[in-house]
């Protein structure tokens, strides 16, 4: 175990997406906020790396993805300079931890966050927050790719329905991912 760098990567938890009545509301987000709080707090102790990887669009609309544009225009999001592009209170930041802004689904696309986990020396990334089909399963997909070992923590990872959350687990075990809840993630130590 001595030799593993654990990185704590925390996918979209923004107002935008968790907060309930919230325009681009993840209907299991806000429910996954205590588990993130307790391994958010195990990382602190331990002084392990924490990445809060975010969404942000520009207010025109002119950066959003072509199949969600349309809803954007209807009712936009995660603007910066707004409410709902600020990250879920209990969460926020502290100082030392990283902030990756994405514009697409994955948190490796198009960002410095290869660059970073290589410099810290990540070995085993350990990903939750908000949404299993959309930016969960792409960074989880390119993290494998960049040859990341990584461990998704179940019931710190939402979905709009509990079908939708099963579907993407049993995936992302088929491609190697280790699937546990927190409490199991805590007996590894």
Known sequence: MNARKYVLIIIDMQNDFVLPGAPACVAGAYAS???????L????ANGWPVFHVTREYRADGSDVE???LP???????VVPGTKGCEIVDGLTPVEGEYR???KRFSGFMKTELDFLLKRLGATHLVICGTQY????????????AYGYPVINITDATSAQTEQIAE?????????????????????LF
């Open 33 to 39: 906020i205590p588990c993130i709080k307790r391994l």
């Open 41 to 44: 707090g195990f990382f602190r």
């Open 66 to 68: 072509i199949t969600r």
């Open 71 to 77: 809803d954007f225009l209807d009712k936009s999001y």
């Open 100 to 102: 990756i802004i994405k």
């Open 133 to 144: 089909p959309n930016c969960i399963r792409t960074t989880i997909f390119d993290a494998i």
């Open 167 to 187: 579907a993407n687990i049993l995936d992302l075990k088929n491609i190697g991912v280790d699937c546990m809840t927190l409490e199991a993630f805590f007996q």
